[in-house]
C-alpha cells in the first residue's frame, strides 16, 4: 500500500462497515450532467449511460456526483462522492462512510480481455473514456492511492494479465505507479505506466484537448 496524506489520496483503508448506505438520491441528475459535461467536458451520453446503470447520481442534500462501486455480485459496497461546486478551488471529495475501500470504483471485465487500467480517481476513469470510446469494460479507480481495488478486482477477474496504470502524472501519482509496477510484476503482470499526454491528469488532458481545438477551429474560422 502506497501513497500520501492529502485530499482524495487516503494513506490507509478502513475496515469495512456494516453502516454503509448510499446516500439519498435527488429527484433528477440535472446539477451532476451539467458538471460532468460542462465543468468536466465529459462525453454527455456517456455521463447519462452510467445514470441510466445507476453507477453515478445526484445526491439530495448537497448535489454531489457519487460514484458507486459494486462488488463481484453486483451488490454495492462502496460509494466516493465529488462536490460540484469547485469555481473557487478543489471541491468536496470523500468517500462514503462505510465503503469497502477494496472494491473502489469499477467497471466490469470481460473474460476475453486480458488487460486492466488502472485510475486514481472517477473522473479520470470516465475522462479516459471519453477520449477512447472504444473502451467500455476493463477498468477501476482506486479512488486515492491504496491499491486494495486493484489486487480485489485482479482476484475477481483472474484472466486479466495486462495492468496499465493510469495514475497522475504528478510526484505522488508516479511514485505509486511505480511502486505498484514493482509489486504486479512480482506476482507475473505485464505492468506499463500510461501517463497523460499533457496535464496532471486525465481529465486535465482532456479539457487541454478540447481548449486547443477550439482555438484552432477560431483561428481557422478567423483565416476564412
Not at 78 to 89: E, H, K, V
Not at 164 to 171: K, R
Not at 203 to 212: C, F, T, V
Amino acid at each position: 500500500m502506497v501513497g500520501e496524506e492529502g485530499e482524495g489520496r487516503q494513506k490507509s483503508c478502513p475496515a469495512p462497515s456494516k453502516d454503509f448506505r448510499l446516500p439519498e438520491k435527488n429527484e433528477d441528475n440535472e446539477m451532476i450532467v451539467k458538471y460532468l459535461t460542462e465543468s468536466r467536458e465529459l462525453e454527455k451520453n456517456l455521463v447519462m449511460e452510467w445514470i441510466v446503470r445507476g453507477d453515478i447520481y445526484e445526491e439530495k442534500k448537497h448535489h454531489n456526483v457519487v460514484f458507486v462501486g459494486r462488488d463481484a455480485e453486483g451488490v454495492p459496497r462502496f460509494a466516493n462522492q465529488r462536490g460540484t461546486y469547485d469555481q473557487n478551488g478543489p471541491g468536496f471529495k470523500g468517500d462514503v462512510s462505510g465503503s469497502d475501500k477494496s472494491i473502489g470504483f469499477r467497471l466490469p471485465s470481460r473474460p476475453d480481455l486480458d488487460w486492466a487500467l488502472v485510475f486514481e480517481a472517477p473522473i479520470d476513469l470516465m475522462s479516459y473514456l471519453t477520449l477512447h470510446r472504444q473502451v467500455t469494460s476493463n477498468a477501476v479507480a482506486l479512488c486515492g492511492l491504496y491499491e486494495g481495488a486493484l489486487d480485489t478486482y485482479l482476484r475477481d477477474n483472474p484472466a486479466i494479465r495486462q495492468i496499465a496504470l493510469c495514475l497522475d502524472a504528478d510526484g505522488p501519482g508516479q511514485t505509486a505507479a511505480e511502486q505498484f509496477q514493482t509489486k504486479y510484476e512480482k506476482l507475473g503482470y505485464t505492468v506499463k505506466i500510461k501517463k497523460p499526454p499533457r496535464g496532471k491528469d486525465w481529465n486535465e488532458y482532456l479539457q487541454q484537448r478540447s481548449w486547443q481545438k477550439e482555438r484552432g477551429d477560431a483561428c481557422q474560422g478567423e483565416s476564412r
